[in-house]
Nanobody, 116 residues
Framework: QVQLVESGGGLVQPGGSLRLSCAVS????????MGWYRQTPGKERELVAS???????NYADSVKGRFTIARDNAKDTVYLQMNSLKSEDTAVYYC??????????WGQGTQVTVSS
């Protein structure tokens, strides 16, 4: 099993920045890709960014150039640096891990609110 714990959400003004962290524990060696998803009420959860075990990254078009996903293998932590935040970035952000058998693991979610 894999356990994920997010932190770093909060309230920020438009144009501001936040960094989300996802601490990973358990059977880390079985993970092939890590990602951040977000969800707003009434909408499906959507992929924001992902990073493979080899370091390849992928971003949703809506966040390209503003968000950066990174991993610190020494700390078993994945980060999402969010810059130039917009009101439409307001959502609950979830950390995700997928293993070799395509099993998905989820964190508990952290609220990000962008508002003046």
């Amino acid at each position: 099993q894999v356990q994920l714990v997010e932190s770093g959400g909060g309230l920020v003004q438009p144009g501001g920045s936040l960094r989300l962290s996802c601490a990973v524990s358990g059977r880390i060696f079985i993970i092939t890709v890590m990602g951040w998803y977000r969800q707003t009420p009434g909408k499906e959860r959507e992929l924001v960014a992902s990073i493979t075990s080899g370091g390849s990254t992928n971003y949703a078009d809506s966040v390209k150039g503003r968000f950066t996903i990174a991993r610190d293998n020494a700390k078993d932590t994945v980060y999402l640096q969010m810059n130039s935040l917009k009101s439409e970035d307001t959502a609950v952000y979830y950390c995700n891990a997928r293993d070799y058998w395509m099993t998905n693991y989820w964190g508990q979610g952290t609220q990000v609110t962008v508002s003046s």
